[in-house]
């Protein structure tokens, strides 16, 4: 879409323009020009596409043969042709052909004109243009004559008022349920897609444009055409029209390919961050940077674990490795760098243990020897690059807490710091401290629960539980989020049949009044452990909290 | 003052170069932007003086001294007077492409990809693009009127309405009396005389949107009651639901609309032969039909408007002397019609 002035080796055999070709356009552009009915408009937003291309080739054409005289010869249609686009409105609303559409005007100028019909030609686009611009309806400039109204603002002002009342009307829904063969709302919405087709590179149309994207769909009549999805899905990949937020999201849920394209884009980021160390140190700062303003968002977690897992698997690929892993995490403390890094399929499944235990005590180490400082000393913070480096491979919390589920009474601090560590890495007020202590009393309840086999559990652990999980004011809030956690684990990976499992996590949560979040977090498993072979487990657990999913 | 004046004197030169001139064959994109930088600054010294009479005279005797140099060194040069100061832009851009000796290099800048229009839209910030954007919104314009819309009124009148308003909204800013604003509504008129109904349909949907309170609506109102051959045209052209509308809205409207309606009814006789209210006159002559229609759409306005409709048929049938016979009181046969049409829907 791009306009090439001319091509750099002109080939005329590939270029030609032909007369058929020529005739053919003409003939449309004539029916087009001449007859002005729904059915013509629609016709004319269908073709679009094909005529910018023509157009396109016609103005490369023009402007590899040497003179206008010659271009006259060979295309002697091409006056009349250019002539009559040039007064289809829908041609001329669209950016990318009028562009062409110009060029092919200039085209057919001669600086020097050689002959008479050269000059002709030149005062001919000069006309043209002349009347384009200043050609005026008369009734409505007398009137803003008087007003002292230029025309270019009254035809702005038309413009976004026409285009306001069309947002209004396209606002409402329809009440009727549709009938494929009564008329209704939903057709002047259709209609108005396709008026906008070529509108979709007019900055104005962009509220209009966004409003029919996000228009709810309650119709059985397809509400907008595809041509026209198509064709904002063009103007916004190529930066020709600039939609909000909401609006993009309807487009993606309009077009398939459009989402696919922003995935893509997406997921290429970490190959491309990969190749180039300095990319991923900009990418990494905005991380960080979010991070910092947006502690406690779980969407954010989740995203810089994954492109973080993704780009340590681009790394992994690459044959040799020109620049050490040390250069892409500079201020993660060296000592916990790879062993965060490093995945658990990595190793084998016995030595996870010992692998987070030391994990958690390097970590530890850390925070208390820069508590002991009073905090950190210059710009960087190594406790906070170190919990940042933890967001990023949070695989290893899902382990301790998978770990945690078979643990004994003995062996559980290390696992429970590092998972309290990751929800609340500052200890403001000693809450890492306090949450410390209230997490390893409610694993402690539910290691009792699920390991007291035979003997009905004792009513008041149940409440002691639920009233661990409801939030209460003095407790930081992460807290119920870890023993929920803690629950889930347990409810999966505890050898107790599956009934029992059930009972227990049921009882609890619904005390609690946590079902939802339960029923997430298990959900969240789900996908993580899709190849597991506890994954009908974990769906049947799900299932029991929320039967009807 | 000296200074403004000075400017708008240089500014027209501009203009005449533009247009007549071979000067402009030098030109280029820094020229152009600075050209059209000068017709902003003479627009919104129109806006600013427009209502001025002091100001304006000053103004308007420069520009006489200009015009009067400028045809000496421009035969075909053509007048500006102080309303073409308002669109000095929209000239200089006329001007421009129609004088044969601009090079084509400008002409491109003119026609190249627009940068994003300034939110006002009216003055552009630099040169390049400009045509394209004009003929962007043109066109646009033109590909979304295709449209169905549901509503009553087109974006093009309501706009139209919309301008006018603000503009008398200006002039009574600037006077305290009706005089200024009279005036503006008289040049208005006359501006258009060749489409009289255009302004009729303007005048109409102006005062269906603003609300009775508005001085605006009240000035409008007494204006028309001193313009009965304009008044009438409008109940001539205006459809009968915008009218049913304004005399709802304006009880000045109802009793002007009802005066011109009554003088319509005495227009018409009644033919014995044929059995029928027939108009005296074939000039501007209104038929017991179309009488009807207007009576009828009123009373199904709204009650109030029925009832007050009635009053008046009533009591103009009992100065007629009261009879119930077809054919002796053109009151007493409408308001028949009128209640048959009425206990029909």
């Known amino acids: 879409m791009s306009d090439t002035v001319s091509l750099q080796t002109p080939d005329l055999s590939e270029a030609a323009v032909t007369v058929q070709e020529l005739q053919r356009w003409l003939d449309t552009v004539k029916t087009w020009d001449q007859t002005d009915n729904m059915e013509t408009h629609k016709d004319i937003c269908r073709h679009l596409r094909t005529l910018r291309d023509f157009l396109h080739k016609l103005q490369a054409y023009i402007n590899c043969v040497k003179n206008t005289t010659e271009v006259m010869r060979k295309l002697p249609l091409l006056g009349q042709f250019l002539g009559r686009a040039c007064w289809v409105p829908h041609i001329t609303a669209d950016a990318t052909s009028r562009a062409l559409l110009f060029h092919c005007l200039w085209g057919m100028y001669s600086e020097e004109p050689e002959n008479a019909l050269e000059a002709k030609a030149n005062q001919w686009v000069r006309k043209i243009l002349c009347q384009l611009t200043t050609d005026e309806e008369d009734t409505a400039q007398t009137l803003m004559k008087h007003l002292g109204v230029p025309p270019a603002e009254y035809h702005l002002r038309v413009l976004r008022k026409t285009l306001a009342r069309l947002e209004e009307h396209a606002e409402k829904t329809c009440t009727i349920t549709c009938d494929l063969n009564r008329s209704c709302p939903c057709d002047d919405v259709q209609a108005t897609s396709e008026a906008c087709i070529p509108l979709v590179t007019c900055p104005e149309a962009a509220s209009l444009i966004g409003a029919l994207l996000q228009r709810p769909f309650t119709s059985v009549k397809a509400p907008l055409s595809e041509d026209f999805i198509h064709a904002v899905d063009c103007a916004y990949s190529c930066k020709l029209l600039l939609l909000e937020e909401p609006a993009v999201i309807s487009l993606w849920w309009h077009s398939v390919s459009s989402l696919e394209e922003a995935t893509l884009t997406l997921m290429e980021q970490p190959k491309a961050c990969a190749q180039h160390c300095s990319m991923f140190l900009v990418v990494n700062d905005i991380f960080r940077c979010a991070l910092k303003q947006m502690e406690g968002n779980y969407s954010l977690k989740h995203l810089i674990?994954?492109?973080?897992?993704?780009?340590?698997?681009?790394?992994?690929?690459?044959?040799?490795?020109?620049?050490?892993?040390?250069?892409?995490?500079?201020?993660?403390?060296?000592?916990?760098?790879?062993?965060?890094?490093?995945?658990?399929?990595?190793?084998?499944?016995?030595?996870?243990?010992?692998?987070?235990?030391?994990?958690?005590?390097?970590?530890?180490?850390?925070?208390?020897?820069?508590?002991?400082?009073?905090?950190?000393?210059?710009?960087?913070?190594?406790?906070?690059?170190?919990?940042?480096?933890?967001?990023?491979?949070?695989?290893?919390?899902?382990?301790?807490?998978?770990?945690?589920?078979?643990?004994?009474?003995?062996?559980?601090?290390?696992?429970?710091?590092?998972?309290?560590?990751?929800?609340?890495?500052?200890?403001?007020?000693?809450?890492?401290?306090?949450?410390?202590?209230?997490?390893?009393?409610?694993?402690?309840?539910?290691?009792?629960?699920?390991?007291?086999?035979?003997?009905?559990?004792?009513?008041?652990?149940?409440h002691i539980l639920a009233a661990l999980l409801s939030p209460q004011p003095q407790l930081p809030s992460p807290a119920p989020l870890s023993i929920l956690q803690l629950l889930v684990s347990f409810a999966v990976f505890s050898p107790l049949p599956l009934s029992g499992s059930t009972e227990i996590l049921l009882t609890v949560v619904e005390r609690s009044g946590l079902t939802d979040e339960a029923a997430c977090v298990l959900s969240s498993l789900e996908i993580r452990l899709s190849a597991h072979g506890l994954l009908p487990r974990i769906t049947a657990l799900r299932q029991a909290l929320a039967p009807n999913t | 003052m000296e200074a403004m004046v000075k400017n708008v004197s240089s500014t027209v030169e501009l203009l005449a170069v533009a247009t007549h001139s071979d000067a402009v064959t030098r030109w280029d994109e820094e020229t152009l932007s600075r050209a059209f930088h000068w017709t902003i600054y003479c627009e919104h010294i129109h806006a600013r003086f427009h209502y001025n009479p002091v100001i304006r005279k000053l103004l308007e005797r420069q520009l006489e001294m200009t015009n009067e140099s400028l045809s000496i060194v421009f035969p075909n040069y053509t007048a500006l007077c102080f309303t073409d100061l308002s669109r000095c832009q929209n000239l200089l851009l006329d001007g421009l492409l129609r004088n044969t000796h601009l090079p084509i290099s400008v002409m491109k800048i003119l026609f190249d990809k627009p940068k994003h229009l300034s939110n006002n839209g009216s003055s552009f910030e630099d040169a390049k693009g400009i045509c394209s954007s004009i003929i962007e919104t043109k066109s646009a314009c033109k590909v979304l009127g295709n449209v169905n819309r549901p509503s009553a009124l087109c974006p093009d009148a309501e706009v139209q309405a919309e301008l006018f308003m603000e503009k008398l909204d200006l002039v009574l800013k600037q006077n305290s009396d009706n005089y200024g604003a009279n005036q503006f509504l008289d040049s208005v008129l006359r501006g258009c005389d060749k489409d009289e109904e255009h302004f009729c349909a303007i005048i109409g949907s102006s005062l269906q949107t603003e609300s009775t309170m508005d001085p605006k609506c009240m000035v409008i109102l007494d204006w028309l009651k001193q313009k009965h051959n304009f008044l009438e045209g409008m109940c001539h052209s205006l459809p009968l639901s915008l009218l049913a509308d304004m005399a709802e809205k304006h009880l000045g409207f109802r009793d002007m609309y009802s005066d011109v309606l009554k003088k319509w009814a005495k227009e018409i006789e009644y033919d014995i032969n044929n059995r029928e209210w027939t108009p005296v006159s074939k000039n501007h002559s209104v038929s017991f039909q179309n009488l009807t229609q207007h009576f009828v759409s009123l009373c199904k306005a709204s009650i109030s408007l029925r009832n007050f409709l009635e009053t008046e048929l009533q009591a103009l049938k009992f100065s007629e002397g009261d009879f119930d016979v077809r054919g002796l009181s053109i009151w007493e046969d409408l308001l028949k019609y009128i209640f048959k049409e009425m206990a029909r829907s």
């Not at chain 1, 002991?372 to 170190?386: C, I, K, M, P």
């Not at chain 1, 003995?410 to 202590?437: A, E, K």
Request: proline share 8%; charged share 20%.
């Open chain 1, 305 to 462: 674990k994954t492109f973080t897992s993704c780009l340590y698997r681009e790394l992994s690929m690459q044959e040799q490795r020109s620049v050490p892993l040390k250069a892409y995490f500079p201020q993660a403390p060296a000592c916990v760098l790879l062993p965060l890094l490093t995945q658990p399929s990595e190793m084998p499944e016995e030595a996870w243990r010992n692998h987070l235990n030391w994990l958690s005590g390097s970590l530890r180490r850390l925070v208390e020897e820069e508590e002991d400082r009073d905090g950190a000393n210059g710009a960087v913070s190594l406790v906070f690059e170190a919990w940042f480096l933890l967001i990023g491979c949070s695989h290893w919390v899902d382990v301790a807490l998978q770990l945690l589920a078979s643990s004994k009474p003995t062996d559980c601090d290390p696992l429970l710091w590092l998972l309290t560590f990751y929800h609340h890495p500052t200890n403001r007020g000693h809450h890492r401290d306090q949450l410390l202590v209230v997490v390893r009393e409610a694993w402690l309840h539910v290691h009792c629960l699920f390991t007291a086999v035979g003997a009905p559990p004792p009513g008041d652990r149940y």
